[in-house]
């Protein structure tokens, strides 16, 4: 390590002339005020400063006019983005209700493009606001560097240059612009990360995919909601129903085909294991999803006993526990369980003993 460097500007506010660490000691350095450590750099890494142009003056009508401007996207900025916050939990402020559900209208059918809505917002407050703020409120400067291998002298001296910056850039007298800044940072990063709550915690409860609204003592019933009777129906028919629940004829995965069968049929009649009390009379319940691609098997065959998917052709046999005879269907449409009130009104016994539609890759049966 050389001795103290008596060179001008080795402590000195005139003209520096730099080195590397074996001209200026750490104690020297730290001597240095921020201004000096980023001149001294500067003139260490071979700046040439081609061109300055100073910001707005202090306090000037320019300075409050920008400040305003930068002050407010920044602002609008954070506030779009707790905006998405909340939309994304489902806050009542906006959408009292976001869960989807099929056909559903009104404030729900538009929770995704809300979300999209104040995401980008929220970017284009945030872009536009430092677009301006570094046109409008930093000074510009048009330098050309040869950067060399770095070194002690280096971190310093680079160290100065980015506290000076700091410090030229205005925002420690600039509040509105700080404030403004920490409000748009606290709402960008909670937007950004708040997608990422699926990945810590299942939003789904239970077991969505293997269970539907069926339940014990749910009455069947039409479209329109009117109940049925044994007798309703002439042997050999088949009749969609749902569950008599809120919205049991949207939802999808709960419909159902009640078929009356014939008594030919009902003599040829052989369940799956387990199943064998899942009918009533001459009376049997199936999926309408079919356990290919999903599609509605409504086309019955009452002749050959058949169900048949339009979309793939697979069939499937009523008296043999709808189980797959023809096509790329590989298992039989789950059944329904089911029997009759104090009303002599059909009544499901409880929920399909498996999920409906296709297999998915953690189905508990096969």
């Known amino acids: 390590m050389s001795t103290r460097d008596t060179r001008p500007g080795a402590d000195a506010t005139g003209e520096l002339y730099g080195g590397p660490d074996d001209d200026y000691t750490p104690e020297q350095l730290a001597a240095m005020d921020r201004e000096e450590l980023d001149r001294l750099g500067a ?18 009508a320019m300075e409050k006019r920008a400040l305003k401007q930068v002050g407010m996207l920044f602002t609008l900025g954070g506030l779009f983005a707790f905006l998405f916050v909340a939309a994304y939990v489902g806050s009542g402020w906006f959408l009292p209700d976001w869960h989807w559900e099929v056909d559903e209208g009104g404030w729900s059918a538009f929770f995704t493009p809300v979300l999209g809505l104040f995401m980008g917002l929220a970017l284009i407050c945030v872009g536009v606001g430092f677009v301006l703020f570094t046109k409008k409120l930093l000074p510009h400067e048009t330098a050309v560097q040869a950067k060399e291998e770095g070194s002690h002298f280096d971190r310093v001296t680079t160290g100065g240059t980015f506290t000076t910056w700091g410090h ?71 009749e969609t129903v749902f569950p008599a629940v809120e919205g049991g004829n ?8 009640l078929i009356r069968l014939r008594p030919e049929q009902l003599a040829n009649l052989r369940p799956q294991d387990g199943q064998a009390d899942f009918g009533y009379g001459d009376y049997v319940a199936y999926s309408k999803i079919c356990t290919h691609a999903g599609c509605p098997v409504s086309l019955y065959e ?23 005879v023809f096509g790329p269907a590989t298992r039989s449409l789950p059944q329904l ?22 297999t998915y890759w953690n189905r508990e049966r096969i």
Request: net charge neutral; hydrophobic share 30%; with cysteine.
């Open 168 to 238: 030229r850039s205005g925002l420690a007298r600039r509040k509105m612009i700080t404030r403004s800044l920490l409000f748009m940072g606290g709402g960008l990063g909670l937007m950004l990360i708040m997608p990422l709550g699926g990945l810590i915690k299942n939003p789904n409860k239970g077991n969505p995919l293997g269970q539907t609204s069926w339940r014990e003592g749910v009455r069947l019933v039409r479209d329109d909601g009117s109940p049925i009777r044994p007798g309703d129906q002439e042997p050999g028919s088949l």
């Open 302 to 324: 009452q002749e050959t006993s058949r169900i048949l998917c339009p979309c793939h052709q697979s069939q499937f046999d009523v008296t043999q526990g709808a189980k797959p």
């Open 43 to 60: 003139r260490y890494d071979h700046v040439e400063i081609l061109h300055v142009e100073p910001g707005p003056e202090p306090g000037s």
């Open 250 to 257: 949207r939802q999808a995965d709960a419909a159902t085909m």
């Open 337 to 358: 369980p089911i029997t009759v009130d104090d009303e002599g009104f059909f009544v499901a016994r409880g929920d399909y003993p498996e999920a409906v539609g296709p």
